[in-house]
């Protein structure tokens, strides 16, 4: 069975860091790509980062260059995504996806599977 598994997330003050794992089983690591999403209450699903995992690309939101960092454990399954600096605004739940494809998907629709959500609040 196919499984990503979301964890790391927490509670957090301003300008404090968290570090997710999305740890994939059940499809070929290395040839998919996989994002990490976020929803805050009343807004819609926003694509945060993706690693495309064959070739090591590496994408940001603008929202979040400069502050997080997306990587990826090949042998362990393993997707992270270290977030320092953090901001009331980056509360939300955060959710893992993966693709198989080379070019960045435009919808969210087009990613193969997806993991549940982990809660991350920042406070003020």
């Known amino acids: 069975d196919v499984q990503l598994q979301a964890s790391g997330g927490g509670f957090v003050q301003a300008g404090g860091s968290l570090r997710l794992s999305c740890a994939a089983s059940?499809?070929?690591?290395?040839?998919?790509?996989v994002a990490w999403f976020r929803q805050a209450p009343g807004e819609g699903r926003e694509a945060v980062s993706t690693i495309f995992n064959s070739d090591g690309r590496t994408y940001y939101a603008n929202s979040v260059k400069g502050r997080f960092t997306i990587s990826s454990d090949n042998v362990e399954n393993v997707v992270y995504l270290q977030m320092n600096s953090l901001k009331p605004e980056d509360t939300a739940v955060y959710y893992c996806a993966a693709f198989r494809g080379h070019l960045l998907p435009n919808r969210a629709s087009e990613y193969d599977y997806w993991g549940q959500g982990t809660q991350v609040t920042v406070s003020s």
């Open positions: 059940g499809f070929s690591f290395n040839d998919y790509a």
